[in-house]
């Protein structure tokens, strides 16, 4: 079985910072891609940010030049760094890890975290 618990959501005035990681545990044999989705109120869930397992980053054209995607494999976790937050940003924000049990690979999600963006 894989967790993934995530962390670092919160609220945040326009302008300011906010860090979101995401620690996956488990029987893990391997990650693949890693990548933070957030879901607005009344949109669709959308990508944010992914990052390879070779560290090749892509971000949404919106939040370019303000959040940048990290990974630390051996410790299992990625994570968001958001600066010069916009009231737009906000939303629950998931991470999505594609994982390895030592067969093929699936797909796990965070439980989501708020991130609120005061203007």
């Known amino acids: 079985q894989v967790q993934l618990v995530e962390s670092g959501g919160g609220l945040v005035q326009a302008g300011g910072s906010l860090r979101l990681s995401c620690a996956a545990s488990?029987?893990?044999?391997?990650?693949?891609?890693m990548g933070w989705y957030r879901q607005a109120p009344g949109k669709e869930r959308e990508l944010v940010a992914a990052?390879?397992?070779?560290?090749?980053?892509n971000y949404e054209d919106s939040v370019k030049g303000r959040f940048t995607i990290s990974r630390d494999n051996p410790k299992n976790t990625v994570s968001l760094q958001m600066n010069s937050l916009k009231p737009e940003d906000k939303g629950v924000y998931y991470c999505?890890?594609?994982?390895?049990?030592?067969?093929?690979?699936?797909?796990?999600w965070g439980q989501g975290t708020q991130v609120t963006v005061s203007s």
């Open positions: 990052i390879t397992s070779s560290g090749r980053t």
């Open positions: 488990g029987n893990i044999f391997s990650i693949n891609a």
């Open positions: 999505n890890l594609a994982i390895s049990r030592g067969g093929g690979w699936n797909d796990y």
